[in-house]
Every structure is written in C-alpha cells, then in structure tokens.
Nanobody
Framework: VQLQASGGGSVQAGDSLRLSCAITGNFVSVDDMAWYRQVPGKQRELVAHISPVSTTEYHDSVKGRFAISRDNAKDTVYLQMNSLKPEDTAVYYC????????????????WGQGTLVTVSS
C-alpha cells in the first residue's frame, strides 16, 4: 500500500493550493483520512480529518480557510488551502486508516511521503 501526496509548492500569502493524496495497492476499505503538517523542531500536528461519511474536523488555525474532502471511488483525499499564511509553511502528510483484508478487525494507519508547502509574505 502506498499513499502518494502531491500538490505542494511555493506561493505568496493569500494564494491557494490543493493537495491530493491517492492510495494505491491492495486493501479492502478506507476508514478515516487526514492531513497533518510538521515544521522542523515541532511535533506533527493534525490539520484536518475526514470520516468515511465525510464528517470533518479542523485545527483551529485553519478553520474557514482549509477544506478537506475525499473521493471514495478514487481512494483519494484532498486538502484545499485558501488564504494561505506564512505560518502554514510546513511539510504536509496525508494519513489513512486502511483495512487490508476482510479478516481485519482493526484498521492500520498509513502515511504518505509528505509534500512541502512554502508560503512567503
């Protein structure tokens, strides 16, 4: 199983970016999906979370600016980031809880490789 994140880049404050994370490989179902971010010297923090039925939660700092969504047919999660600020600069990681077989009672957490977002003022 692989999570392939894309869409990062360098932008100016106020600009927008859309991150994507596609899941490939052998699995039977995708449960919760999320985006995290990390800056050097700090712990990885949860940015946004989406349930299998698209219930969403956001870090207070991104509420009203970011939107997480998922396409279950494509096994892909997105993060639309608007009104970006310099403090949003970080490596963004996607995360997904997967069930690899019908016999699995619990899901397993998988991580993407990270995509760098740099916002300059």
């Amino acid at each position: 199983v692989q999570l392939q994140a894309s869409g990062g880049g360098s932008v100016q404050a106020g600009d927008s970016l859309r991150l994507s994370c596609a899941i490939t490989g052998n699995f039977v179902s995708v449960d919760d999906m999320a985006w995290y971010r990390q800056v050097p010297g700090k712990q990885r923090e949860l940015v946004a979370h989406i349930s299998p039925v698209s219930t969403t939660e956001y870090h207070d700092s991104v509420k009203g600016r970011f939107a997480i969504s998922r396409d279950n047919a494509k096994d892909t999660v997105y993060l639309q980031m608007n009104s970006l600020k310099p403090e949003d600069t970080a490596v963004y990681y996607c995360n997904a809880d997967l069930r690899l077989s019908m016999a699995d009672i619990r899901t397993r957490a998988y991580w993407g490789q990270g995509t760098l977002v740099t916002v300059s003022s």
